[in-house]
């Protein structure tokens, strides 16, 4: 169910040192084919970006238990600046599968793709406030 978040995690792009510090804190998944979301919160990892899944809501809003919180599922995320990060991994916890990832930041919208080989997904998380 939260496989979905992460493949659309999959298809982000990371950015430069200041827009590190912008994509710091919690963003809302796109919601599965479920309607779950989850929220994922950015932080520094060694001088690169990554992203724990730290809560899970089913389609009407109400949490929802899930074994993936506490995991990264963006990680290695490099700063390429403008708002852009690169050269990261995403994984989806319904498929267990990691792809390669890239984000970008747009104000409080996170533009998150990731690809495995010639096939990709794209989505768009919102900023938590």
């Known amino acids: 169910m939260l496989g979905k978040l992460a493949t659309l995690a999959a298809l982000a792009c990371l950015a430069g040192p200041a827009a590190a510090q ?49 995991r990264n599922i963006v990680w290695d995320m490099q700063d390429e600046g403008g708002g852009k990060f690169g050269k990261g991994k995403i994984w989806d916890p319904g498929a267990d599968k990691t792809y390669r990832s890239k984000m970008v930041l747009e104000g409080d919208q996170l533009k998150v793709s990731g690809c495995i080989g010639p096939i990709c997904r794209a ?7």
């Open 123 to 129: 989505n768009t998380w919102v900023r938590v406030r």
């Open 22 to 70: 912008e994509v710091r804190g919690l963003f809302q998944t796109a919601p599965n084919d479920d309607g779950n979301v989850g929220h994922v919160e950015f932080y520094d990892c060694g001088g690169l970006t990554c992203g724990k899944l730290v809560r899970s809501f089913n389609a009407g809003g109400t949490p929802i238990e899930s074994p993936n919180v506490g």
